[in-house]
Structures are given as C-alpha cells and as structure tokens.
C-alpha cells in the first residue's frame, strides 16, 4: 500500500462551543492537493462534521487497492471505518462539488450515529 501522508492541512471546524477544538483533518494518499483543497472547502459548508479523519485517494488505481483492502467494495465513492473516525475518499469526486458534499455528510451520518444506517 503507498503510504499516506499528510499534506498538513489541518481544517479549522469549530462546533459552536467556547473550548470547541478543530475536529477534522484532511490527508492524502498520493499527490493531489486540489482534491484535498475541494474536499476542505465542502467541509468547510457542512453544518456538522463529527470528529474524523478524511483520506482523500488521488488515482483510482490506489482507491481500487484500498477499497479491496478493506471490503468495501460495494461503494463508487467513499468509505468510512466508523470506530475510528475515518472516512477514504475517492479523489476524482471531489470535481462534482454537489456530489462531494453529498457523499462526505452521509459518511460523516455513520460517524455521528456510529451505525451503518441500514446497509
Ligand atoms: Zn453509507
């Protein structure tokens, strides 16, 4: 597997609370700063992200490995390992903005009730 490294974006969400803390980070697998970017600004507009790590997948060789990896093949986009707050992004969809804020709020609805909504 290629290592995973962070480009050192750390994304500044803050809940609201006076002693709120930054409760995500965006790293990539690959070189992809723009998808890392586009998938900050989604962030950025939901209302609610839960405390979780995005992996942000740059090519879609690496996303096919990564998702046979971890069985989840059953996704076109993104998966989640709810336990530890991690959520792996296919890279190409964050050029679909609707799309991108779409699929992170349902991966980040399976952090938040730490359940597998049914599928
Ligand atoms: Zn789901």
Known sequence: MASV????LA???????????????????G??????LATQRAMVQ???VPRVRVIVVCSDVLWHRLQAKADAERTNTAFTNIREHLTVLRGSVTEDPIELRRV????????????????
């Open 5 to 8: 490294y962070s480009i050192a």
């Open 104 to 119: 992170l709020a349902h991966e980040f609805d399976h952090i938040r009730c730490q359940c597998s909504l049914g599928e």
């Open 11 to 29: 994304l500044l969400v803050f809940c609201g609370a006076a002693n709120a803390k930054p409760t995500a980070t965006i790293q990539t697998a």
């Open 31 to 36: 070189d992809c700063k723009a998808y890392a």
């Open 46 to 48: 939901l209302k609610d």
